[in-house]
Structures are given as C-alpha cells and as structure tokens.
C-alpha cells in the first residue's frame, strides 16, 4: 500500500512530523521515498495494535482524537510503563529518577525539559492529592514535542514527603504527559475514576506486578466505557 506521508499519519493519528521520525528510526515498517511511504497494511495494522494505535486509512471514519483505543487508559498508561524502585528521598530527586525511565524522551535536551516543567507545576502546587498518590505533570501541554499522551506509573523505593493535601507520605505517581489540555483533562477524569475508589488505592499499596495492574486498569476501562457510565 501507498500513502503520503500526511494521509499515513493522520492514518494513525499521529502528526507528520512524529511519522517521518520513527521512519527515520526504523519504528515504523515503513518505507519512505520521498513525500511516498510504502508499507504493508496488514503489517502496519499489526505493528499500531501492538503499539496501541489505530491504524484506519482515509475513509474508514478515523476520528480526530478516538475516545477508545488510543485514549484508553490501558493503552496510555501500556505506553508510558510501570516502574518500580524509583529512587529519591524528595520530590526533586524522584522527578529525576521518573523521567530518567520515560523512553519517549529520547534526548537528555527533552528529559531536562520534561523534568523542569514537572517541577514548575509542583512549586505552583503540588500534585499530591492524598492517600499517597500523585499525578505529576507538565505545567503546559508538550504539544510541540510529538509525544502521544503516556502516563507512566512509578512506585517509589522510599514514600517522600510531597507536600500531599491530606500531608500523608506519596508512594506512587502517575506522570501525565498529554499533547493538548483537551486530552489530558479527558485522561486525568479516568484515572480520577479510579482513583477515587479506596480499593483501587490499597491495590496500589500492595506494589502489584504490571500483569495483575494492567488487568486492573482493564478492568476499569470496561466500567468507564459501559452503559452505568454514561447514565
């Protein structure tokens, strides 16, 4: 199959710009020449499930920004990982271990941004919103940069004094990275979903292996999304 560059990645829903670079990179099985990229479909289709993207070609009624799938919290929080023994004895130290682990970072240049606006969001005021948890993130959307939105759950070796609202210990947070205010407001209402369940919170203290969490998150996908949801 034959597209240009800007039919494939509004294909996947992904700018042109992130496109030719994971070209360029080899992440994509995809062949570019010139403005042309040739592909296999089946391949591609296989390669953006794996990834947790879609892959629908012009016409098959690809949205602008898909409520399921991509925004799925599963798929968001599969993209940025789950981490365990993030080092730091303050929230300084921590941030750094965090975005050390962040691969979609690529540069030391866009780790130190993403660390200085995760830090300029906690001195505006902190991101800890009690019962040990936080939920870290830029103080502006990284649009620009070309990341599609990750959360990235870590859970810490030693809980830290993070200036929480309820002034208890955090213990894991879940960094919010998002390229638009839109999408990152429609990610922090389902992770506000379960969160606010006090299960889910002793769930997460018992520091569970990524198999058993992402069942979980699954899980509160399907609630989210079925019919007592939207009543």
């Not at 099985?29 to 042309?36: E, R, S, T």
């Not at 019962?131 to 959307?141: K, L």
């Not at 969160?195 to 992402?214: K, Q, T």
């Amino acid at each position: 199959m034959e597209l240009e560059l800007e039919e494939l990645a509004a294909s996947l829903n992904l700018t042109p710009a992130t496109v030719e670079r994971w070209i360029r990179q080899g992440r994509l099985p995809v062949m570019q020449k010139g403005n042309h990229c040739i592909f296999s479909r089946s391949s591609l289709k296989k390669w953006a499930e794996t990834n947790h993207l879609t892959f629908a070609p012009k016409g098959q009624g690809h949205p602008a920004e898909p409520e399921n799938g991509v925004d799925a919290l599963f798929g968001v929080i599969k993209r940025g990982g789950v981490f365990y023994d993030i080092q730091g004895f303050d929230m300084e130290a921590v941030l750094q271990s965090v975005v050390r682990r962040i691969s979609q970072f690529e540069t030391q240049d866009l780790k130190q941004r993403l660390f200085e606006s995760l830090l300029a969001r906690e001195q505006l005021m902190s991101t800890g919103i009690g019962r040990g948890v936080a939920i870290p993130h830029p103080r502006t959307p990284l649009g620009e940069i070309d990341i599609p939105a990750l959360i990235s759950v870590c859970f810490l070796k030693n809980p830290i004094d993070y200036k929480a609202l309820d002034h208890r210990p955090v213990f894991v947070l879940f960094v919010l990275v998002c390229p638009s205010s839109k999408i990152h407001l429609r990610m922090l209402a389902r992770l506000s979903y379960c969160l606010r369940e006090e299960s889910f919170v002793e769930f997460l203290r018992g520091i569970p292996d990524r198999d058993s969490f992402y069942e979980k998150i699954k899980a509160f996908d399907l609630r989210f999304d079925g019919p007592e949801s939207s009543s």
